[in-house]
């Protein structure tokens, strides 16, 4: 799960993602950064994305984080990201790696709520507090088994503890646009040149149709 990986994937001469170096010594002197990427791939998915030991450990969530404790969220880990990648925002060109759209959906800090971090990984059970614009509290990461069709050993199950911060309501549909830019997908791709009508599919489809000039309207402002 290296930062080998990370730039054995992709093409720097292409892609505007930053190049993967490890920054280290930062843990002590500020807060660890968290970010969730929104990222229209070839399928939806949200990337977890916690700052550890100069890089950004990563987990891809199918269907983004819950604030429900009942919900569990699948959470396949992934190789390490830079640390550069916690300000990343725009397109990935297609037939690149991840070619798509990505979103800085939420970002903030978050701290350890075990004694030893390397040690909660090993063991599958890391448990932390987000203190993101729209992730807080308390949360866990948990390994489980092997699901049907993912490599073992890298899944894991993303649940929210039960605090203050805990609900029902569904916050990647309520919370749909970037912390960063306040834009929706489509807006970042149209933005960056990106695939529209691929991004757009990420979006909520009542927000985009609010988007749309309505006729209706305007003949009722007569
Ligand atoms: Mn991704």
């Known amino acids: 799960m290296s930062l080998r990986e990370y730039n054995r994937k992709r093409h720097f001469g292409v892609t505007p993602e930053p190049r993967g170096k490890k920054k280290l010594g930062r843990e002590q002197r500020r807060a660890l950064a ?39 969220r699948l959470a396949m880990q992934v190789e390490a990201h830079p ?25 903030g800090t978050w701290m350890p709520e075990i004694e030893n971090v390397r040690d909660a990984l090993q063991a599958g059970d890391l448990k932390f507090a987000l203190n ?26 993303l649940i929210k503890h039960r605090d203050h911060y805990a609900s029902r309501a569904e916050v990647t549909r309520t919370m749909p646009y970037s912390v960063a830019t306040r834009r929706l997908l489509a807006s970042i791709a149209r933005d960056e040149g990106g695939n529209v009508e691929k991004a757009a599919a990420g979006d909520p489809k009542k927000l985009m149709r609010s988007l749309q000039p309505k006729p209706r309207d305007r003949a009722a402002g007569r």
Do not use: C
């Open 83 to 107: 640390l550069d990648y916690a300000s990343f925002e725009g397109t990935i060109p297609e037939g690149e790696y991840g070619g798509g759209t990505v979103m800085l959906w939420d970002q």
């Open 132 to 157: 993101g614009k729209k992730l807080k509290g308390s949360w866990v990461l948990v390994r489980t088994r092997a699901l049907r069709g993912a490599e073992s050993g890298n899944a894991w199950l």
């Open 34 to 72: 968290f970010v969730v990427h929104k990222h229209q791939a070839s399928r939806l998915h949200y990337d977890l994305r916690l700052e550890w030991r100069g890089e950004l450990l990563s987990w891809a969530i199918p269907k983004g984080p819950s604030l429900n404790p009942s919900v569990k």
